[in-house]
């Protein structure tokens, strides 16, 4: 496959792979000077009208072209790989990121399945034991207290918070998706949010860290501080980076 076919071929999957194909191929087409500066003010529909023959050409008949109508040809659909590479690219991701958090609802609405067929099994003893006679209202109290015992300490029931707890205990997945996603190069507006966010992350992965380095505020959205909290004074626990960023 040439290096012109790579460039126009399509993703089949969502996975992995095909990012780190599309972050490889962004990379590429930067090298190439596709991103260069001078070439922004090209309206999308221009650099599209001289890309799309390029898009259907043989490799081979590249060398048949004539200048200049091969380096503008070639040019435009450089840059506009570039622009599509890296749409597509943000839009596997987005959809990486939904397969994470379905599979980590889905564990979760597992799990609150188990808790209630054990709350069931509670209730029914407790309706048993009031349906007989023969327990005394002291041995009433501390059975149903022994039954329900297992229970007294469990958190609320906000199903958002614990599916954003199992998705931070699956550090070996969504770890790898983010750091593919810091070599994205973006266009953020300085104030946003956003922007002091994926400073800090790539930061922390430079240092091949997984906890926020001591004395820095939390640039994440609040929902995740106290997963993010949890871990900022211990060292060698496992990592709890959100992936909302």
Same mark, same amino acid.
């Given at each position: 496959?040439?290096?012109?076919? #790579?460039?126009? +071929? &399509?993703?089949?999957?969502?996975? %992995?792979?095909?990012? @780190?194909? +599309?972050?490889?191929?962004?990379?590429?087409?930067?090298?190439?000077?596709a991103d260069r500066d001078d070439w922004a003010d090209i309206a999308e529909a221009r650099l599209y009208h001289y890309a799309r023959v390029m898009l259907r050409r043989k490799p081979a008949a590249? %060398?048949?072209? %004539?200048? &200049?109508?091969?380096?503008?040809?070639?040019?435009?659909?450089?840059?506009?790989?570039?622009?599509?590479?890296?749409?597509?690219?943000?839009?596997?991701?987005?959809?990486?990121?939904?397969?994470? #958090?379905?599979? !980590?609802?889905?564990? =979760?609405?597992?799990?609150?399945?188990?808790?209630?067929?054990? +709350?069931?099994?509670?209730?029914?003893?407790?309706?048993?034991? @009031?349906?007989?006679?023969?327990?005394?209202?002291? $041995?009433?109290?501390? %059975? =149903?207290? !022994?039954?329900? $015992?297992?229970? !007294?300490?469990?958190?609320?029931?906000? *199903?958002?918070?614990?599916?954003?707890?199992?998705?931070?205990?699956?550090?070996?997945?969504?770890?790898?998706?983010?750091?593919?996603?810091?070599?994205?190069?973006?266009?953020?507006?300085?104030?946003?949010?956003?922007?002091?966010?994926?400073?800090?992350?790539? !930061?922390?992965? @430079?240092?091949?860290? *997984?906890?926020?380095?001591?004395?820095?505020?939390?640039?994440?959205?609040? =929902? #995740?501080?106290?997963?993010?909290?949890?871990?900022?004074?211990?060292?060698?626990?496992?990592?709890?980076?959100p992936i909302e960023v």
């Amino acid at each position: 496959m040439t290096v012109l076919e #790579w460039l126009r +071929y &399509p993703p089949h999957r969502v996975g %992995r792979r095909d990012i @780190a194909d +599309y972050v490889e191929r962004a990379q590429t087409l930067r090298e190439l000077g596709a991103d260069r500066d001078d070439w922004a003010d090209i309206a999308e529909a221009r650099l599209y009208h001289y890309a799309r023959v390029m898009l259907r050409r043989k490799p081979a008949a590249l %060398r048949r072209l %004539r200048e &200049p109508r091969r380096t503008v040809e070639l040019a435009c659909f450089l840059r506009w790989q570039l622009l599509r590479s890296t749409d597509t690219l943000l839009d596997l991701a987005d959809h990486r990121i939904v397969d994470l #958090w379905r599979a !980590a609802r889905e564990h =979760v609405e597992a799990a609150v399945s188990l808790k209630l067929t054990s +709350y069931q099994r509670v209730i029914a003893t407790v309706i048993a034991l @009031a349906d007989d006679p023969s327990v005394s209202d002291q $041995a009433f109290r501390e %059975r =149903v207290r !022994a039954v329900a $015992a297992p229970f !007294a300490g469990e958190p609320g029931g906000n *199903r958002s918070a614990a599916i954003r707890k199992e998705l931070s205990s699956r550090s070996a997945t969504v770890r790898p998706l983010l750091k593919q996603v810091m070599d994205v190069p973006l266009d953020i507006p300085a104030g946003h949010p956003l922007s002091k966010a994926l400073l800090v992350l790539r !930061a922390v992965y @430079a240092a091949d860290g *997984r906890a926020l380095p001591a004395g820095t505020d939390n640039p994440f959205p609040k =929902v #995740w501080a106290p997963l993010i909290r949890s871990l900022h004074p211990l060292p060698g626990c496992r990592d709890r980076v959100p992936i909302e960023v």
